[in-house]
C-alpha cells in the first residue's frame, strides 16, 4: 500500500531562520511526488512536481529535492507569509493521489 | 485563468436532508476528481473521472454518496440522506494530460451536518 509520512506536523520558525521539511513515501512506481501549499479556508496550491531521484526544484525562497525513499522542502530566509500547512503527495501507477498529513508552518517576524 | 470553482462554499444542513456540492473545473482538463478532507483522515480521494466517466469511486464511502459528470465543464457530488459524520471540507481538483501532471484544486465546499 502505498503511504506517505510527513515530518515534523509543526514547525515554528523566526523570519529568517532557514529549515526543511520533510516527505518519507513508499511506493511501487512512482509517476510523481508534488508538493502543495494550504492556507487556512483554501484548497491546496500546487508548488512542485518531482519525478526522479536526484530532481530538484526552486521557486522564490522553497527548493524541493527527491531520493528514492524521501523529498525535501528547504525553505531559505523564510517570511511570515511563508506561513501555511506544506503537503506532499505521491502518485503511483494510475491516477490516486496518496497525501501525507502536511506540515503546518509558522513563520513568526 | 479561471480555476476551479466550486458552490457553495459554506453548507450547514440538518441530518437526513439531501446536499449537493458543485465543481466547475478549469477549461481543457480532462481529468476531474472529488476529495474529503478531515483532521482526522486528511486529504481522502472519493471518485474521479476521466473525460467524464467514472473510473475509480472506491473511495465513496457508503452508497449516500454519488457523483455525476454530465460535461466536461461540471459535476456534482450528492449526499442523500446526510449524516453528522459527513461533516468536512469537500474539495474538487481537475487535470490535463495523464499520471504524472499536477491536479489543481478549487477552494472547497465546508460542509456542516447538525
Known amino acids: 500500500e502505498d503511504q506517505v509520512t510527513q515530518s515534523p506536523e509543526a514547525l515554528r520558525l523566526q523570519e529568517g531562520e532557514s529549515s526543511s521539511l520533510n516527505c518519507s513515501y513508499t511506493v511501487s512506481g512512482l509517476r510523481g511526488l508534488f508538493w502543495y501549499r494550504q492556507d487556512p479556508g483554501k484548497g491546496p496550491e500546487f508548488l512542485f512536481t518531482l519525478y526522479s531521484a536526484g530532481e530538484e526544484k526552486e521557486k522564490e525562497r522553497l527548493k524541493a529535492t527527491l531520493t528514492k525513499k524521501e523529498s525535501f522542502l528547504h525553505i531559505t530566509a523564510p517570511k511570515p507569509e511563508d506561513s501555511a500547512t506544506y503537503l506532499c503527495?505521491?502518485?503511483?501507477?494510475?491516477?490516486?493521489?496518496?497525501f501525507g498529513a502536511g506540515t503546518i508552518l509558522r513563520v513568526k517576524s | 485563468d479561471a480555476g476551479v470553482i466550486q458552490s457553495p462554499r459554506h453548507e450547514v444542513t440538518e441530518m437526513g436532508q439531501e446536499v449537493t456540492l458543485r465543481c466547475k473545473p478549469i477549461s481543457g482538463h480532462n481529468s476531474l476528481f472529488w476529495y474529503r478532507q478531515t483532521m482526522m483522515r486528511g486529504l481522502e480521494l472519493l471518485i474521479y473521472f476521466n473525460n467524464n466517466v467514472p473510473i475509480d469511486d472506491s473511495g465513496m464511502p457508503e452508497d449516500r454518496f454519488s457523483a455525476k459528470m454530465p460535461n466536461a465543464s461540471f459535476s456534482t457530488l450528492k449526499i442523500q440522506p446526510s449524516e453528522p459524520r459527513d461533516s468536512a471540507v469537500y474539495f474538487c481538483a481537475s487535470r490535463s494530460g495523464q499520471g504524472g501532471q499536477p491536479q489543481h484544486f478549487g477552494d472547497g465546499t465546508r460542509l456542516s451536518i447538525l
Open positions: 503527495a505521491v502518485q503511483a501507477n494510475g491516477n490516486k493521489l496518496v
